[in-house]
Structures are given as C-alpha cells and as structure tokens.
C-alpha cells in the first residue's frame, strides 16, 4: 500500500511527527518482527516522546495486545 504526500501531510498536521520520521519508523518495524513485545514497546516509547504525549503501561499492553493478535483496525481514516 503506497500513501500520498496528503496522507503524511495530515499525519504530521494531527500529530506534528515529519514524514522521514513515520518512514524511519515504518522502516525500523519492517526490518524487525512487527509482533515482536519489545520492538513493539521501543516504537511507542519513541512515538510517545516524538508527540509529547504520555502512553501509560496500560494502554502500551493494550496496543501491543491488539498488533500481537491482528485487532488494529484497517481503515486509517
């Protein structure tokens, strides 16, 4: 699935993270098993501080919980 300029216009309008950075992100994820706890939990933390906003112990499980057993929801919109 490719995304448009568009998209990371919007992405980085919602959350102020640039393009390189979601693609530097994306990419970490693709060399890397995406199921994997601990690279799972180093991509929030990284996101977490990128957009200044905090993400409880709670809701990281939740989030990896959700990626580990393919409940993230297709639609990005």
Do not use: C, W, Y
């Not at 995304?3 to 640039?18: A, C, H, L, Q």
């Not at 706890?37 to 180093?42: P, V, Y």
Request: hydrophobic share 30%; glycine share 4%; charged share 45%.
């Amino acid at each position: 699935m490719a995304f448009g300029d568009s998209f990371f216009k919007r992405v980085e309008e919602k959350t102020k993270v640039d393009k390189d950075t979601i693609l530097s992100l994306a990419q970490k994820l693709r060399d890397n098993d995406m199921k994997n706890e601990g690279t799972l939990r180093e991509v929030i933390k990284e996101l977490s501080h990128m957009t200044g906003k905090d993400v409880s112990k709670e809701k990281e499980d939740k989030i990896i919980e959700a990626i580990q057993n393919d409940k993230v929801p297709k639609d990005i919109d």
